[in-house]
């Protein structure tokens, strides 16, 4: 959003802030237009997308691997009930692209890595299944209505603004609180499992190239991420050395539905959309824990 804006882009928000934050848009809510309500409910997103929208950028999701074996059913509702509520709403509104965020847990653990756009995914959560469904509803769009969609596979995105007190937080917001109020960071499991850490000014960057790109892309879906990966216990090992702390991590059992181990190969959004991942690792973390601070 704030990207968009730099660009000098009028930007509409709809959000029903049952994950999000209404304080994080404080200071641009001069700027942009507000429509508070559920990406369920059809006249919610008929209002959001009305009077010239050109582009949708479609982050609205339940985005939990646990919150979905909870709640599984609610997790298909929003993640692909609600992607197609919004479909058929730019349908009817006559909004010419849309931009997907996908996840890299579509891939499940059976794919060779790094991961590639035409393995066959495998998904081990509702949430991931669900957003697989998102995918081919958003493909069938480009297929069928000549909407020009792109879904983006996103690899554990990190930085600033995301909440560490949600019972579903991700893994680095969670161990930085933990850590900076002097607390040991748990690891469900071993600590061995691997994730491919993505700064989200990437993040970012890939959706703009997405909603830019040509003809040739409409329907396809990209990776996401830096292309590497590290462990949890180099994750506690890095925020230690920047912290200046020496915290161990406590370890819990192992959670159900989690991936052991992810990677993107990231050469096919390069070749096709020009991402180029900037932000590494260790100076993405640094950022991270300047703007908590």
């Known amino acids: 959003m704030r990207a968009l ?10 959000d029903d802030f049952s994950t999000g934050r209404r304080e994080h848009l404080e200071e641009v809510l001069a ?15 008929a ?5 010239g929208v050109e582009v949708v950028f479609h982050q609205a999701a339940l985005p939990s691997v646990a919150a979905s074996l909870e709640r599984p059913l609610l997790a298909h509702e929003v993640n692909a009930t609600g992607t197609l509520v919004l479909l058929q709403a730019a349908r009817a509104a006559g909004v010419p692209r849309l931009v997907y965020a ?15 756009e035409d393995a066959a995914p495998r998904p081990l959560s509702p949430y991931a299944a669900s957003k697989l ?33 949600s019972a579903y937080a991700a893994v680095i917001p969670r161990f930085i609180a933990r850590m900076r109020a002097g607390q040991r960071p748990v690891i469900f499991g ?11 000014e990437d993040v970012v960057a890939a959706n703009l190239l997405a909603a830019e790109a040509g003809p040739e892309c409409a ?43 992810s990677q993107a190969d990231i050469a096919r959004a390069g070749r096709e959309l020009g991402y180029r991942p900037r932000v590494e690792f260790t100076e993405g973390l640094r950022r991270t824990l300047a703007a908590w601070r």
């Open 133 to 165: 469904a998102g995918e081919y509803y958003v493909r069938l769009a480009a297929s069928l209505y000549g909407m020009h969609t792109v879904a983006l596979r996103y690899f554990n995105v990190f930085g600033p603004r995301q909440d560490p007190a």
């Open 31 to 45: 700027d942009v237009e507000l429509h508070q309500g559920d990406v369920r409910e059809p006249q919610a997103c």
């Open 47 to 51: 209002a959001a997308l009305a009077g």
């Open 102 to 116: 996908s996840s890299s847990s579509v891939y499940g653990d059976a794919v060779p890595l790094p991961a590639r």
């Open 190 to 200: 071993d600590g061995r499992q691997s994730r491919d850490f993505t700064y989200v």
């Open 5 to 14: 804006l730099a660009r000098g882009a009028r930007v509409r928000v709809l």
């Open 219 to 261: 329907g396809q879906v990209y990776n996401v991420g830096s292309g590497r990966r590290h462990d949890l216990l180099e994750l506690v090992a890095v925020l230690n050395r920047l912290l200046g702390t020496a915290l161990p991590p406590e370890h819990a059992p192992a959670r159900p539905g989690d991936v052991r181990h």
